[in-house]
């Protein structure tokens, strides 16, 4: 909206809810035309001068009288402008800056190596940042003209030129503040941004002003490369085939300076600080960078992994080469997590630095497993590891762990087992239980229990336990181990008494829920005594193949064992002697009848049954085993039925028992005094399952017979269908030819007679063809014995 007061006239921003925004433009007459390219609004007044304004800060920026007369400004569709003084500035060149020739272009192909379409693409781009768009048409009496803004890059490096560098710097930053997404200049001004921050930086690096040059670099996201090459002691880092680009004119301001060496050599007094001042600034530079670059979860592409490589291996050297301690920690990390750095650019580094420990990670990188482990040894023989390696042979047993050579593994986890024997061992243990040992375990074993017990202990567990070996011998160690374990815990009195005190607290708890091994199992976990003693009596009832005479008369020597002596007797099938020690020693009844429930096993929880079933034999003898222990442990109680409460118990074993317990065996063992009504509801289970067992099998008698009968009617009806076979004096065997006499002869469904031992030799012949061990079949089921 245009207002015109006393010959001046004033512009209004309006939205298009129709209220006032921004501010006003203010005109010496009234235009004849109004245009707009953001950020500017161009007017055409009636005296034949165009004006422009800046529609963001509503300033007249510049002011053109043309001679022709002009008629009106139009929008059009747009034209491009080629800023020849844009594309000397902005044109893209080869960043790498040791060619034999620096200046060649990419319009003369400077990248060698690259393909043609690399090499079009980035002309293109270099075409594209010397364009400048305009849609802005001025039609005049006698010509057309387009008005074009002149790029900022254009107007501010004239400063820069004369060293007005802070100038130039508040100026690029205040023509940016127009690069909005409207703003159809906005991607060429980001480079002209990128342009002037990056000339900047390097020309406040030629006056060795580092503090400030940095923030310019990561402002105007400069090639971390471009500032690499600048040392001389990291030139090899950067390789003439990473093809990357750098504009022309920071190209040029780059080469004037050539090296950090030949800046800070002007002033040869401090030149030492300042060359260290320079490394501080690329320091905390590529330290920035990489942080942007390395984000969780995104894929790097390839250009940017290339300039990864090229900061991380840059890091490395100033880490390396720092007398800083506190870049120790920064250097490990880098090269503890995923990393670019080249084991041929930084070995020497670290070597010459006495880096022992980043060294070992950058072999352990590159898969040089040997030379790592070899400086992890000898720097932990040399008593260095808390300085040098942390927590150095854990370092070693996780790279042996993933090894698949086993003299290497050997050679090395020999040696740690030395020193801790639990680490070492573990590295034996391989995780991958679907492949084979890499070392013979009996090898393992022998070294270990040269060395100690714990690790020996481990190794066992692991092939027991994990490997399910099949060996008597590692079952019958590995229990002795434990044994051995506890006998060193009980040798204090206290030790001693803390077993008879839980036995106490056990009989006077009286849980009919709770057996002796889950009343240990229970037990706080600060109780060492209990919660091995648990462990022993869980290995010893879960495996089988140890050898149980032998851990029997090992736990012999232990009498306060009492449970674990209960279980061994259980799988020696000293079923009685296991008894009365539940029932005698522990008073764990609900323990007894778990172990004659269980066929000779203690479990500690009834809700295990079925997976404990599984672990026993389901023969047809697993019901006449739980009779015989059932009555074994009535008679064990009857022993003792003057003790109090053991009347109930026999009470209650013969109620809920009942079904494993034969009425006229019990009956005979039972003292006469006791009267019927004490043994009621036994006798009504006992009848009532003696009964059921009588009706199930007249069931399964008549259901035999039925059976039998309709056998029998097949078979009549199948001498009937096939007939009498006679044979006379004349008749031959169809497989020898010979004369059939006696009654060993059979007939096949065709007819034919043969003899029974010619037909087992024929399918005898034909499974041995195939590849079958079995027996012949007759193909009739009539076989005649005459």
Same mark, same amino acid.
């Given at each position: 909206?245009?207002?015109?007061?006393?010959?001046?006239?004033?512009?209004?921003?309006?939205?298009?809810?129709?209220?006032?925004?921004?501010?006003?433009?203010?005109?010496?007459?009234?235009?004849?035309?109004?245009?707009?390219?953001?950020?500017?609004?161009?007017?055409?007044?009636?005296?034949?001068?165009?004006?422009?304004?800046?529609?963001?800060?509503?300033?007249?920026?510049?002011?053109?009288?043309?001679?022709?007369?002009?008629?009106?400004?139009?929008?059009?569709?747009?034209?491009?402008?080629?800023?020849?003084?844009?594309?000397?500035?902005?044109?893209?060149?080869?960043?790498?800056?040791?060619?034999?020739?620096?200046?060649?272009?990419?319009?003369?192909?400077?990248?060698?190596?690259?393909?043609?379409?690399?090499?079009?693409?980035?002309?293109?781009?270099?075409?594209?940042?010397?364009?400048?768009?305009?849609?802005?048409?001025?039609?005049?009496?006698?010509?057309?003209?387009?008005?074009?803004?002149?790029?900022?890059?254009?107007?501010?490096?004239?400063?820069?030129?004369?060293?007005?560098?802070?100038?130039?710097?508040?100026?690029?930053?205040?023509?940016?503040?127009?690069?909005?997404?409207?703003?159809?200049?906005?991607?060429?001004?980001?480079?002209?941004?990128?342009?002037?921050?990056?000339?900047?930086?390097?020309?406040?690096?030629?006056?060795?002003?580092?503090?400030?040059?940095?923030?310019?670099?990561?402002?105007?996201?400069?090639?971390?490369?471009?500032?690499?090459?600048?040392?001389?002691?990291?030139?090899?880092?950067?390789?003439?085939?990473?093809?990357?680009?750098?504009?022309?004119?920071?190209?040029?301001?780059?080469?004037?300076?050539?090296?950090?060496?030949?800046?800070?050599?002007?002033?040869?007094?401090?030149?030492?600080?300042?060359?260290?001042?320079?490394?501080?600034?690329?320091?905390?530079?590529?330290?920035?960078?990489?942080?942007?670059?390395?984000?969780?979860?995104?894929?790097?592409?390839?250009?940017?992994?290339?300039?990864?490589?090229?900061?991380?291996?840059?890091?490395?050297?100033?880490?390396?080469?720092?007398?800083?301690?506190?870049?120790?920690?920064?250097?490990?990390?880098?090269?503890?997590?995923?990393?670019?750095?080249?084991?041929?650019?930084?070995?020497?580094?670290?070597?010459?630095?006495?880096?022992?420990?980043?060294?070992?990670?950058?072999?352990?990188?590159?898969? !040089?497993?040997?030379?790592?482990?070899?400086?992890?040894?000898?720097?932990?023989?040399?008593?260095?590891?808390?300085?040098?390696?942390?927590?150095?042979?854990?370092?070693?047993?996780?790279?042996?762990?993933?090894?698949?050579?086993?003299?290497?593994?050997?050679?090395?986890?020999?040696?740690?087992?030395?020193?801790?024997?639990?680490?070492?061992?573990?590295?034996?243990?391989?995780?991958?239980?679907?492949?084979?040992?890499?070392? =013979?375990?009996?090898?393992?074993?022998?070294?270990?229990?040269?060395?100690?017990?714990?690790?020996?202990?481990?190794?066992?567990?692991?092939?027991?336990?994990?490997?399910?070996?099949?060996?008597?011998?590692?079952?019958?160690?590995? *229990?002795?181990?434990?044994?051995?374990?506890?006998?060193?815990?009980?040798?204090?009195?206290?030790?001693? *008494?803390?077993?008879?005190?839980?036995?106490?607290?056990?009989?006077?708890?009286?849980?009919?829920?709770?057996?002796?091994?889950?009343?240990?199992?229970?037990?706080?976990?600060?109780?060492?005594?209990?919660?091995?003693?648990?462990?022993?009596?869980?290995?010893?009832?879960?495996?089988?193949?140890?050898?149980? =005479?032998?851990?029997?008369?090992?736990?012999?020597?232990?009498?306060?064992?009492?449970?674990?002596?209960?279980?061994?007797?259980?799988?020696?099938?000293?079923?009685?002697?296991?008894?009365?020690?539940?029932?005698?020693?522990?008073?764990?009844?609900?323990?007894?009848?778990?172990?004659?429930?269980? *066929?000779?096993?203690?479990?500690?929880?009834?809700?295990?049954?079925?997976?404990?079933?599984?672990?026993?034999?389901?023969?047809?003898?697993?019901?006449?085993?739980?009779?015989?222990?059932?009555?074994?442990?009535?008679?064990?109680?009857?022993?003792?039925?003057?003790?109090?409460?053991?009347?109930? =118990?026999?009470?209650?074993?013969?109620?809920?028992?009942?079904?494993?317990?034969?009425?006229?065996?019990?009956?005979?063992?039972?003292?006469?005094?006791?009267?019927?009504?004490?043994?009621?509801?036994?006798?009504?289970?006992?009848?009532?399952?003696?009964?059921?067992?009588?009706?199930?099998?007249?069931?399964?008698?008549?259901?035999?017979?039925?059976?039998?009968?309709?056998?029998?009617?097949?078979?009549?009806?199948?001498?009937?269908?096939?007939?009498?076979?006679?044979?006379?004096?004349?008749?031959?065997?169809?497989?020898?030819?010979?004369?059939?006499?006696?009654?060993?002869?059979?007939?096949?469904?065709?007819?034919?007679?043969?003899?029974?031992?010619?037909?087992? !030799?024929?399918?005898?012949?034909?499974?041995?063809?195939?590849?079958?061990?079995?027996?012949?079949?007759?193909?009739?089921?009539?076989?005649?014995?005459?």
């Amino acid at each position: 909206m245009l207002i015109m007061i006393l010959q001046v006239t004033i512009g209004h921003f309006i939205a298009y809810t129709g209220d006032a925004v921004r501010g006003t433009l203010q005109w010496e007459n009234f235009p004849r035309a109004i245009s707009v390219e953001f950020p500017f609004v161009v007017a055409l007044l009636r005296n034949n001068v165009i004006e422009v304004h800046n529609i963001i800060e509503q300033k007249l920026v510049q002011s053109i009288k043309l001679k022709s007369r002009l008629r009106t400004i139009s929008t059009g569709p747009g034209i491009k402008v080629q800023v020849a003084g844009l594309m000397d500035r902005l044109k893209l060149e080869n960043g790498y800056l040791f060619n034999e020739d620096n200046n060649s272009h990419l319009d003369n192909n400077i990248f060698s190596n690259v393909d043609n379409d690399k090499a079009k693409s980035n002309n293109n781009q270099s075409n594209f940042l010397a364009t400048v768009p305009t849609r802005l048409i001025i039609a005049g009496s006698e010509s057309v003209v387009a008005l074009a803004a002149t790029p900022f890059a254009v107007q501010i490096d004239s400063m820069l030129d004369a060293s007005r560098v802070e100038e130039a710097i508040e100026s690029s930053k205040r023509m940016m503040t127009t690069a909005t997404p409207e703003n159809v200049h906005s991607e060429r001004m980001r480079h002209e941004f990128n342009y002037i921050q990056q000339k900047s930086g390097f020309l406040y690096l030629g006056e060795t002003f580092f503090d400030m040059a940095l923030p310019l670099f990561e402002e105007g996201n400069t090639d971390p490369r471009l500032l690499i090459q600048l040392f001389e002691d990291m030139k090899d880092i950067i390789r003439n085939d990473d093809n990357f680009t750098v504009y022309s004119g920071v190209k040029a301001v780059i080469e004037r300076l050539i090296s950090i060496d030949n800046i800070v050599s002007r002033d040869s007094v401090d030149c030492k600080t300042l060359i260290t001042n320079a490394k501080e600034m690329l320091l905390m530079f590529l330290t920035n960078d990489r942080e942007k670059r390395v984000v969780k979860g995104k894929a790097l592409k390839p250009d940017e992994r290339c300039i990864l490589r090229a900061v991380d291996n840059a890091l490395l050297r100033l880490y390396a080469s720092s007398d800083k301690p506190e870049l120790d920690k920064p250097l490990n990390s880098l090269l503890e997590n995923p990393n670019e750095c080249v084991l041929e650019l930084s070995e020497n580094i670290l070597l010459v630095n006495k880096k022992y420990y980043p060294l070992t990670l950058l072999y352990k990188d590159n898969k !040089e497993f040997r030379k790592a482990l070899e400086i992890w040894k000898r720097i932990i023989e040399e008593n260095n590891s808390d300085q040098d390696i942390p927590y150095g042979l854990q370092q070693m047993a996780n790279i042996l762990g993933k090894l698949v050579d086993p003299d290497l593994i050997w050679e090395y986890a020999s040696w740690v087992a030395k020193l801790d024997e639990v680490i070492g061992a573990k590295i034996f243990m391989q995780p991958n239980l679907r492949r084979p040992s890499l070392i =013979e375990p009996g090898l393992v074993l022998d070294h270990l229990r040269s060395i100690g017990k714990k690790g020996l202990k481990m190794y066992l567990e692991y092939l027991v336990t994990q490997r399910k070996s099949n060996e008597e011998k590692h079952h019958t160690e590995l *229990a002795f181990l434990y044994i051995e374990e506890l006998k060193n815990l009980l040798q204090s009195d206290e030790a001693k *008494a803390k077993i008879e005190e839980i036995t106490n607290d056990f009989i006077s708890l009286k849980d009919p829920a709770k057996t002796y091994l889950s009343f240990l199992q229970n037990q706080p976990t600060e109780d060492l005594l209990s919660h091995e003693r648990a462990k022993l009596m869980s290995f010893l009832q879960t495996y089988i193949r140890y050898d149980a =005479e032998v851990v029997l008369n090992k736990l012999l020597e232990i009498p306060v064992l009492k449970a674990e002596l209960a279980i061994v007797y259980g799988k020696l099938n000293e079923h009685e002697k296991a008894l009365c020690i539940l029932i005698n020693d522990l008073k764990d009844f609900r323990g007894a009848e778990v172990y004659c429930l269980y *066929a000779g096993r203690m479990v500690c929880k009834l809700s295990s049954k079925k997976q404990a079933d599984k672990k026993i034999v389901e023969d047809k003898n697993l019901v006449a085993t739980r009779r015989t222990l059932f009555l074994m442990l009535l008679k064990v109680y009857l022993q003792i039925q003057n003790e109090n409460g053991m009347v109930e =118990e026999i009470i209650n074993l013969l109620n809920a028992q009942a079904v494993y317990l034969d009425t006229t065996e019990v009956m005979g063992l039972l003292p006469e005094c006791w009267s019927v009504e004490m043994l009621n509801e036994f006798l009504i289970r006992s009848l009532r399952q003696n009964y059921h067992d009588y009706r199930e099998g007249q069931v399964l008698k008549g259901l035999c017979r039925g059976q039998n009968t309709i056998t029998s009617f097949e078979l009549y009806q199948a001498y009937q269908k096939i007939g009498p076979t006679v044979i006379d004096q004349n008749r031959l065997c169809s497989k020898c030819k010979k004369y059939i006499s006696g009654s060993n002869f059979m007939r096949q469904p065709n007819g034919d007679i043969e003899h029974v031992q010619c037909n087992f !030799e024929q399918r005898e012949d034909i499974n041995n063809t195939n590849g079958v061990n079995g027996t012949a079949t007759v193909s009739d089921p009539l076989s005649n014995n005459i």
